[in-house]
């Protein structure tokens, strides 16, 4: 491979080559944009485990969670126990632009870092709600969604910032105070859905089994604990290479996910980092959430056991 150009003695190559089909982009736009915005971007990804999903030309995408072998010595990494592959794993700390350069240049598309820090593992900084849409184009629905989790925060005394997933969605983020256990944050969540499901179960849904939605907008309770989310600014792997990008609340109705691509955000960003000024205080969860998200199921294990128990049933049938 040639070396195009240096920047940050991180050697860059084989820039011009289109990145992947359909992204209208090439490895170099994808460098430059990076670069542009990692002011804003590396303090989402500053000192939390990152996964990246990269494309290799023409191979499909894939995450990656492992630190390649081949990785220089200067990148910061941490071991944590992956409990659904059962082994250890070495993340990376994306903790200066050196290290995104380097990522970039690894065509490391999307970066999901973890909800809580390498260095305070059992403290989550933030409740996360994932709305996604039901099959089709159908983002006024999931606006129509937020508004509803933006209610059910205001009436839990709570408030948060929004962004576009990248893809179809829409991510709600609700700033927390040092401290808080995974398992109570993961509780309030569930109940914070389940407040914003009451609201229009019409629009609305909890179910975790797709075909249980029946059309509807899913509100996704599940990112807490080791979960990761897709960092504010980060590119995704899909046609004309949109990017996560905030939004004020205000403003939802008025956008698309296709308006914040690596070709027009930066022009929209300005010197400006919505991200950071739109996000509320560091909140406590108020004890009444805690304790009604502790009566809701955890939405994997009811999926799971109504999953055999329909098994079960067709079986007999």
Not at 15 to 42: E, S, W
Not at 162 to 170: D, E, N
Not at 237 to 256: E, H, Y
Request: proline share 7%.
């Amino acid at each position: 491979m040639s070396t195009d150009e240096v920047r940050d003695d991180v050697a860059l190559t084989n820039l011009d080559q289109p990145l992947f089909d359909d992204a209208g982009a090439t490895k170099r736009d994808l460098v430059d944009y990076l670069d542009a915005v990692r002011d804003r971007m590396i303090p989402a990804l500053r000192g939390r485990p990152l996964s990246v999903v990269r494309v290799r030309q023409g191979q499909a995408p894939f995450m990656q969670k492992n630190v390649p072998a081949y990785a220089p010595s200067w990148i910061a990494t941490v071991t944590l126990w992956a409990e659904t592959s059962r082994r250890e794993v070495s993340y990376a700390l994306c903790d200066d632009r050196k290290t995104l350069l380097w990522f970039a240049n690894q065509r490391a598309v999307e970066y999901h870092p973890t909800l809580m820090r390498a260095d305070n593992r059992e403290h989550p900084t933030h409740l996360v709600l994932d709305l996604d849409p039901p099959a089709g184009d159908a983002f006024p629905s999931v606006v129509g969604a937020a508004h509803l989790v933006r209610q059910a925060l205001a009436d839990s005394g709570l408030a948060g910032a929004v962004k576009t997933s990248g893809a179809k969605g829409l991510h709600v983020f609700v700033p927390l105070i040092d401290g808080l256990a995974t398992p109570d944050v993961a509780a309030a969540t569930r109940a914070l859905a389940a407040r914003a499901e009451r609201l229009d179960p019409a629009l609305a849904t909890t179910a975790f089994i797709r075909e249980d939605r029946e059309g509807k907008v899913f509100l996704d309770s599940t990112r807490a604990g080791g979960a990761t989310v897709v960092a504010a600014y980060s590119p995704r792997v899909r046609p004309g290479l949109p990017v996560s990008f905030p939004v004020a609340w205000d403003d939802l109705d008025r956008v698309t996910p296709g308006d914040f691509t690596v070709r027009t955000a930066v022009g929209l960003l300005g010197d400006g980092d919505p991200w950071a000024e739109l996000m509320p205080a560091a909140q406590a969860l108020p004890d009444d959430l805690v304790a009604e998200g502790h009566t809701i199921p955890i939405a994997r294990v009811a999926a799971m056991h109504e999953g055999k128990r329909r098994a079960r049933a067709a079986r007999k049938g």
